[in-house]
Nanobody
Framework: QVQLVESGGGLVQAGGSLRLSCAAS??????????MGWFRQAPGKEREFVAR????????NYADSVQGRFTISRVNAKNTVYLQMNNLKPEDTAVYYC????????????????WGQGTQVTVSS
């Protein structure tokens, strides 16, 4: 069993910053062996890719909409992946989910097999 628990969401003004965390656990889950990703879902919209980091942290992929503003990172010793979000915009408002990566197109939800319950991020204008 794999558990992913997000935290760090909240209400912030446009131009502000937040750092999301995702703590991973599971008796047979070797965190350092898996890519990890972040997605988000706004009301009435499909879940969309935000970022992915490889198990070595050598490769990071970002959606065009967040490139240059968001940074994904991980600390394998803490079984935790982070999403630093700067210069937030109202259109970043969504529930943010972390997920465990598997083979596939990194921007597709099918390339992830376990998901957290999400954390709400609200950006006011």
């Amino acid at each position: 069993q794999v558990q992913l628990v997000e935290s760090g969401g909240g209400l912030v003004q446009a131009g502000g910053s937040l750092r999301l965390s995702c703590a991973a656990s599971g008796r047979t889950f070797t965190f350092s062996s898996y890519d990890m990703g972040w997605f988000r879902q706004a009301p009435g919209k499909e879940r969309e890719f935000v970022a992915r980091i490889s198990w070595t942290a050598n490769t990071r992929n970002y959606a065009d909409s967040v490139q240059g503003r968001f940074t994904i990172s991980r600390v394998n010793a803490k079984n935790t992946v982070y999403l630093q979000m700067n210069n937030l915009k109202p259109e970043d408002t969504a529930v943010y989910y972390c997920a465990r990566g598997i083979a596939g197109v990194v921007s597709s939800t099918s390339a992830y097999d376990y998901w957290g319950q999400g954390t709400q991020v609200t950006v006011s204008s």
